[in-house]
Nanobody, 126 residues
Framework: QVQLVESGGGLVQAGGSLRLSCAVS????????MGWFRQAPGKEREFVAA????????VYADSVKGRGTISRDNAANTVYLQMSSLKPEDTAVYYC???????????????????WGQGTQVTVSS
């Protein structure tokens, strides 16, 4: 069983930065892709970034490329999403998710992720 607990959301001004954290409880973390997704009011949940725990390889959505950095801390069993140059359109509930994988490309689609956290609100004011 995988448990995910996000933290670090809040209110930030446009142009500011924020770091989201996701504490992960799971067996054999090296077998997982960890993703960050977000969902704005009235919109579908969308992919933001993902990292393969074993290799540290990362992928990003075009909307955050150059502004977001996903990373993981093996000792702390935590995944981070560092966001900078925040825009009002980054406002959303941000979710951490886990996909148990063995090989292939890092998972992007929402439906591939079986485990989800409760989400943390990020609000960017203009």
């Amino acid at each position: 069983q995988v448990q995910l607990v996000e933290s670090g959301g809040g209110l930030v001004q446009a142009g500011g930065s924020l770091r989201l954290s996701c504490a992960v409880s799971a067996r054999t973390l090296s077998m997982y892709d960890m993703g960050w997704f977000r969902q704005a009011p009235g919109k579908e949940r969308e992919f933001v970034a993902a990292i393969r725990w074993s290799s540290g390889s990362t992928v990003y959505a075009d909307s955050v490329k150059g502004r977001g950095t996903i990373s993981r801390d093996n000792a702390a069993n935590t995944v981070y999403l560092q966001m900078s140059s925040l825009k009002p359109e980054d406002t959303a509930v941000y979710y951490c998710a886990a996909d148990h994988v063995a090989f292939g490309s890092i998972s992007r689609p929402t439906w591939k992720y079986a485990y989800w956290g409760q989400g943390t609100q990020v609000t960017v004011s203009s």
